[in-house]
Structure formats: C-alpha cells, structure tokens
C-alpha cells in the first residue's frame, strides 16, 4: 500500500471519529469564576439544555434530570444511577431547604438523615443524590414542576405523598420554625398533592406556636427567664444587622441575617408575654 493511500486511510478514520465525538458529546461553551469557584457552561448531551456546572464529573440535566458525564470538554450521555422518584424528591427537599435564600449546615444534616433512614442508598447513590441536592439547591428552576411530577409518579399512593409533606416539616423544624418562604412551598405542594384538608393536622403534629418560639432561641421551656434572655442577647448581637452591614456580605446573607434577627426579637417577645400570662 503507497504512502498515499495509507494517508488517506487515516484521514477518513479520524474524520469518522471526530464525527462520532460529536454525535455524542457536546463541548463546553464557556468557563467562568463566582465566589472562588470554576464554574463551566455545557449543553445537556439529550435535551440540548444550557448548564452550569462546577466542574468534571457525572451530573443531572436540570431540565430533563437526565444524568450526563462532562469530561475533557465534553459531555457524555450515561445512565442513571438514582430512580425519577429519587431525584425529583432530592431535588425539591433542595429547593424546600434554600427557600429562604441561604442552606444552614443543620438543613443538609437534616436531609442526609432523611435519606438515609428512608432510602438506605449505597455510597455511591448518596454520592448522587448529594450531588442532585447541591446542583438543584443552586438552580434557579422553580419548584412548581418538580411538585406536579411528583404527583403524577405518586398520585396512586397517598402514603409516600404524606411522607414527603411530613419530611418537609422535618427539615423546616433544623432552624426552629417555619419561615414564609417554605410554608409558601408547604401549602402549594399539599394542594397539589390533593391533601389540603390535612394541611393543619399535619402541621400541628411537628408545630405548637410556643415551642417553636423556644427553639429560635435555643431554649426549653423548662429553662428559667434569666436562660432565655441569655440565649435571646447572644444571638441578638450575633444577628444584629450592625454586624454584617460593613462586611460587604452577598445579599441572600444579609436578607437571611436580618430574617434571623426579626425572628429571635419575635421569640423573646412572645415567650416573655406567654409566661407573664401564665
């Protein structure tokens, strides 16, 4: 075989693969950095949605929650690891726990022991379900679509729909009480989910007004005034707005700083006009 004829062999045979490549990878369209971190811009190998992603590693499309691979400056269709059910359920746990703009250590605890006790995963679906969590808690998607999905994979099972009501509680009680932003979440989920009228018995079984004043600040109902306000001065100079205003903090810190504070003033208030009551 001439010199030639060998080079145009090798010609067609790349051209075949680099044809191939692209046929199942998309490359990368842009890198960028925020708050000290790599982010990269990809294409969903299946839906052909734009992504962000913090770097290499087997991901789920926001869009589609099809899992995909970035590696070398493509991105590679995969297989799922987790189940739909899974991932939708991870997914909304992640928008419940970011709803007042800021993921406390406790609320991912909270989350891990959920999973955990109810799912048993191996280490290698915890390893991503923790990724599904980080990614959708950053995601500026909604939580409305990943409700109704939710519904329409467990409208045949009331029982696993409650579990994921009652979950949602368990997470929100990580903090001491249930903020405006995740009872927004609460009560459209439940109407979705066909179970508003169990809405308040639900609530009540995780929620009495006074205990979880108790809880914002740390406290029992059991411990003495002078322990409260203790605990309410600590925090009230921990939180105060004061603190933050010269440290050029990012916005949902400050927001959830200032709900923070709001919220321990309001404790201390009604825990100190309850027991002048009683």
């Given amino acids: 075989m001439s010199i030639i004829s060998t080079l145009i062999i090798l010609i067609i045979i790349f051209s075949i693969w680099d044809w191939l490549k692209r046929k199942v990878s998309h490359s990368a ?4 950095y925020e708050h000290g971190v790599h ?8 839906c052909h949605s734009a992504l962000t992603i913090p770097g290499e590693g087997i991901w789920n499309c926001s869009e ?27 997914e909304l746990y992640a928008k419940f726990a970011k709803a007042d703009g800021v993921v406390t250590k406790e609320e991912v605890q909270s989350v891990d022991s959920i999973i955990k006790s109810s799912l048993h995963p191996t280490d290698k679906e915890l390893t991503e379900i923790r990724t599904i969590f980080n990614l959708a808690k950053g995601s500026s998607n909604g939580f409305q679509d990943i409700v109704h999905s939710l519904y329409e994979l467990f409208q045949d099972n009331p029982q696993a729909l409650l579990n994921i009501i ?21 009560l459209y989920t439940v109407n979705a989910f066909n ?8 609530k ?12 914002v600040l740390g406290c029992e109902p ?43 003033q309001e404790a201390y208030e009604q825990i100190v006009k309850y027991r002048t009551a009683h």
């Fill in 222 to 264: 059991s411990d003495s005034l002078e322990t409260i306000k203790h605990s309410y001065r600590r925090l009230v100079k921990e939180y105060h707005p004061d603190k933050y205003a010269s440290k050029q903090l990012p916005k949902d810190i400050m927001d959830y700083a200032n709900r923070r504070f709001q919220a321990i």
């Fill in 29 to 32: 369209t842009s890198n960028y």
């Fill in 195 to 202: 179970l508003a009228d169990q809405y308040s018995t639900i």
């Fill in 166 to 186: 009652e979950n949602l509680f368990v997470i929100s009680k990580t903090n001491g009480q249930l903020n405006n932003q995740q009872e927004t979440i609460l």
């Fill in 39 to 46: 982010y990269i811009q990809v294409t969903c190998p299946h």
């Fill in 64 to 90: 589609c929650r099809r899992p995909f691979e970035y590696k070398s400056g493509h991105t590679y269709k995969c297989k799922p690891v987790l189940s739909p059910a899974i991932t939708l359920i991870v």
């Fill in 204 to 215: 009540a079984k995780y929620y009495s007004a006074i205990d979880a004043y108790y809880k």
